[in-house]
Each structure stands twice: as structure tokens, then as C-alpha cells.
């Protein structure tokens, strides 16, 4: 019988060198490893001119989705630097947080990244653009109304504009 820690897989973020997430990206597929990089397109201004580029969301960072022999492969990969842990133990990330993730940035590419989310109640969407979205819902001094994709781990956000019409259904207590 397998080890059950060598065959369930679990999501965990990886630290890799600066500026490298994509070559981690391209080394942990060609190992095999199920990967997320999140990325968003942006335009940067030089003095001669604008390009549209595609960046990492969170920099230096990396998700992969393995189990514990995969995880110790990709951690010998070149790019990557290790597995973000807590007390020495690899830390993993819920599913419902990737996806959430990936839910959002499939729906817009209008946000911020915060590193300090405002404490509010956790909701889900279940309206609009944003449907199926496990978030955070907070409001700016203007009251707009913001919803904050969190990766608890990483104490990262992708914060973006929650339309005026979307209805939330409370999960529970942050």
C-alpha cells in the first residue's frame, strides 16, 4: 500500500529566485508537476515608447499542485528557492483559494495587489462577473465596494471593483 501522503496532492507555493517564475513555470511542466502562475497583462511606459507585457501576479511566487515526492522534485528545480513553510513544515493552500484566484483573474484584469486586506466578512458571489468567487468584501472611504482575493500563506490580495449589483451570500466569520 502507497504512503497517503505520497499520493493525495495538495497545493503549495513555491519561492523561487528573483524574476524566475516563468522558467519555474517551464521547468516543474517539463517535470511534470501541475503548476499555477498567475499573470495579468500590463503596459510599461520607457521613454521611447509603451509594451504590453505579461507579469507574474505575485512575484516570486509560484503554485504547484503535487504531492510530497513532486513536491521534492520541484523544489530541486533551478529557479525554485523552496516551499513556503510554517514552523518547518510546507505549508499547503486551499483549493477553494486557488480557485477563487483563478475565477477572478479569468474576469477582469482591473486590480490591485494588496498586501494588508482589510479584516470583513468572507462572501461568495453569486451574481455577476464575479459568481462562484470566495472573497473578502470591503469598502474605501469613498464607499466603493472592493472584493479581495486573499492567499491566506502568502498574506497577498487581489483586490478589484465589486459592481454595485452583485449579491453576496456570507460564508462565515474571518
Sequence with gaps: MLDEKMTIRHWYAMYTKPR???AAAKQLRA????IYLPTATVIRQWSDRKKKLTEPVFKSYIFVHCNE????????QKAIVKTVSF??????IPDWE???LRKTLERTNEFDLSDKPKIGQKVKIVDGPFKGVVGTVYED???????AVTIELLRRSVVVHLPAGNVVEFVGEK
Excluded: D, H
Aim: net charge negative.
Design 141 to 147: 472611504e469613498n464607499q466603493e465596494r472592493y472584493l
Design 98 to 100: 486557488i480557485e477563487s
Design 87 to 92: 514552523l518547518g513544515k510546507p505549508s499547503i
Design 20 to 22: 524566475s517564475e516563468f
Design 69 to 76: 515526492k513532486e513536491r521534492l522534485i520541484a523544489v530541486q
Design 31 to 34: 517535470e511534470g508537476i501541475e
